[in-house]
């Protein structure tokens, strides 16, 4: 009977306990700025890689870089066996200037049939066709004097064509020694390498990402892309420093989405205002696309607003007021009316 009582006791202590009241928060109202986002999951990758390689087949005698280094526009990545090329230089540079000695030879001797006197005074020399323009092959009217001036204005046409044939193959040659050389056309990060010394090469043997290229490609929901807009402004976080935000830019959003389990999405690729030197292309990244914000406004907690109305203390007792809100953002609503600056309200504990 004694094991009873007590428990009849503790029953009926227990039900006459009462929960404590929950602990009241208040806020002050502020003036700032207030924000709302959309936030997306993505990928780093290159906007665009340029594929680089040798104009001509070779054998790879220098590679010079290896994927993840990072080069300066100009750097000499790689070369093959110039050897021949370089022979073939050389001997166009030596037609260029046999050529350019011919060319001098036959205005010499034009000059030379030009000073020297007619046959037949009476009727003169027909005028020589100038370097540029083909010889007609007419004798000239002026007898043997003619004759030579036309000779001589032949010859020196088809020494003038020799000298340009001997550039266009040295121009060539040059084309070709050049091709054995692999420069970085900009500064970027080298994303792939093909073969190794003393294999063959050829158009394709390293994947070159531009420094200004690297962005993050997320995808997004239909609600949120409906929010998103070219050049808004993001903040992005990669996985191996949480608290880093790194500034970013909306650049490009696609037309057209893709499915997935019935869920429709949309790809849009956010730049990086400066590229982090620990950069990884294909790591994870979050992007927080900054989608509408006002400043310099008074804002409140989002949680303390409740159908137009907010709760304010004033000396120590709460009374209800009518608010007019503006942006709702993440985490605080813009107030347009209705508190001041300095008023108290109550967030929660209501």
């Known amino acids: ?91 166009a540079e030596d037609n260029v200037g046999s050529a350019e000695d011919a060319l001098d030879r036959a205005e010499d001797a034009l000059e ?83 073969g190794t010394v003393g294999s063959s090469a050829g158009s394709n043997v390293i994947t070159l990402a531009g420094t200004g290229d690297v962005v993050v490609k997320a995808q997004f929901t239909e609600a949120e892309v409906a929010h998103l807009k070219v050049d808004q402004a993001a903040k992005i976080t990669l996985p191996d420093d949480a608290s880093a935000k790194y500034d970013g830019t909306v650049i490009q959003i696609d037309p057209a989405g893709t499915v997935s389990n019935r869920l429709v999405r949309y790809a849009a690729l956010i730049s990086f205002a400066k590229v982090p030197d620990t950069l990884l292309y294909g790591q994870s990244a979050t992007v927080a696309v900054v989608t509408a914000s006002v400043d310099d406004v008074l804002s409140v907690p989002s949680t303390a607003v409740h159908d137009g109305k907010v709760t304010v203390r004033i000396a120590g007792k709460d009374e209800e007021r009518a608010v007019e809100t503006g942006l709702r953002g993440d985490v605080n609503t813009e107030i347009k009316s209705g508190l001041a600056e300095g008023d108290e309200i109550v967030t929660a504990g209501q």
């Open 112 to 194: 030379k049939a030009k000073a020297t006197p007619t046959a037949s005074p009476s009727k003169p020399a027909a005028s020589p066709s100038t370097p540029a323009t083909k010889p007609s092959g007419n004798a000239g009217n002026g007898g043997s004097g003619g004759n030579s001036i036309q000779t001589a204005s032949d010859n020196l046409y088809n020494a003038q064509q020799r000298l340009n044939n001997a550039k266009l193959s040295l121009t060539q040659a040059q084309a070709k020694l050049a091709g054995t050389v692999i420069t970085a056309p900009l500064a970027g990060k080298i994303l792939a390498v093909s």
């Open 1 to 91: 009977m004694l094991t009873a009582a007590v428990v009849v006791t503790a029953v009926v202590v227990a039900a006459d306990e009462k929960p404590a009241p929950a602990a009241v928060t208040t806020v002050k109202v502020a003036r700032g700025e207030v924000a709302a986002t959309v936030s997306a999951s993505g990928t780093v990758q290159a906007q665009a890689s340029r594929s680089l390689g040798f104009t001509t087949s070779g054998t790879l005698t220098e590679l010079n870089v290896k994927a993840g280094d990072v080069v300066a526009a100009g750097a000499v990545l790689a070369r093959i066996d110039g050897t021949a090329a370089q022979d073939a230089v050389d001997a």
